[in-house]
């Protein structure tokens, strides 16, 4: 790791975009793929920040009122704070962080691939021996994720990311701008995927993802581990 700090901090990564298609629905970053892995880095020690593409207070989705850990994340008052006025990614410094991890929420689909500068951050994470983390649609972040060699991130290795079986379940095949694990694929992933909605996290060395909401938690805790492990 390049420095102390950076083995304390973890940079969540939400979508700006609000708009579902042409569909007149909503949409945004999944409140439960912030929340729920936010408890865990926090349980674990580590200090939580947020950035977005275009900076501000992001579009949200999934909130459940019912949910204790999404409204313990939404009452925190540090963290309502960091939602508030959340930066854009060419105002972060991403040598402050051991572990970057891409929310979902079918927002990212629009804007996380192409973003050269969320590119930019998962890069340098990466190649300084921290950690790239994903849940969900998430893995949008990781399409156009090149390292310095110009290699794909996810080329050659396992990935879990929301199925095409499952985009069809919901009902949004032909609305999403592409299908997810497709385009992992086209990179040269190895898509591991489990049953509809089912947890499913895959850890190949420091790339963690997992393939829906309910991966989410599992996704930050064997983060957290393999960071652990950088420290080892």
Same mark, same amino acid.
């Given at each position: ?96 962080? /051991?572990?970057?991890? !891409?929310?979902? &929420?079918?927002? +990212?689909?629009?804007?996380?691939? @192409?973003? #050269? *500068? =969320?590119?930019?951050? /998962?890069?340098?994470? !990466?190649?300084? &021996?921290?950690? +790239?983390?994903?849940?969900?649609? @998430?893995? #949008? *972040? =990781? ?90």
């Amino acid at each position: 790791m390049s420095s102390v700090a950076s083995r304390d901090r973890v940079l969540i990564v939400l979508t700006s975009h609000g708009k579902l298609g042409d569909t007149g629905r909503s949409t945004g970053f999944y409140l439960p793929e912030v929340a729920h892995p936010w408890h865990v880095f926090t349980q674990a020690g580590l200090t939580v920040d947020l950035v977005s593409v275009q900076g501000g207070e992001p579009p949200m989705d999934g909130h459940d009122p019912a949910d204790p850990v999404q409204q313990k994340f939404l009452e925190d008052p540090e963290m309502s704070a960091k939602l508030k006025s959340t930066p854009k990614p060419g105002e972060v410094d991403p040598s402050r962080y /051991g572990i970057v991890f !891409y929310a979902g &929420g079918h927002g +990212v689909m629009w804007d996380f691939p @192409g973003n #050269a *500068g =969320l590119a930019a951050i /998962g890069r340098q994470v !990466y190649e300084q &021996g921290g950690v +790239v983390a994903a849940v969900c649609h @998430g893995p #949008a *972040g =990781l399409v156009d994720l090149t390292l310095s060699d110009g290699s794909h991130l996810v080329a050659g290795k396992r990935v879990a990311a929301f199925t095409n079986d499952e985009e069809a379940a919901v009902g949004l095949t032909e609305v999403v701008p592409f299908l997810l694990a497709d385009r992992l694929v086209e990179r040269g992933a190895i898509h591991v995927p489990a049953p509809n909605f089912q947890a499913n996290v895959i850890v190949d060395g420091r790339l963690v993802t997992g393939q829906n909401p309910a991966s989410a938690t599992g996704v930050a805790e064997a983060a957290v581990s393999v960071l652990r492990e950088q420290e080892a």
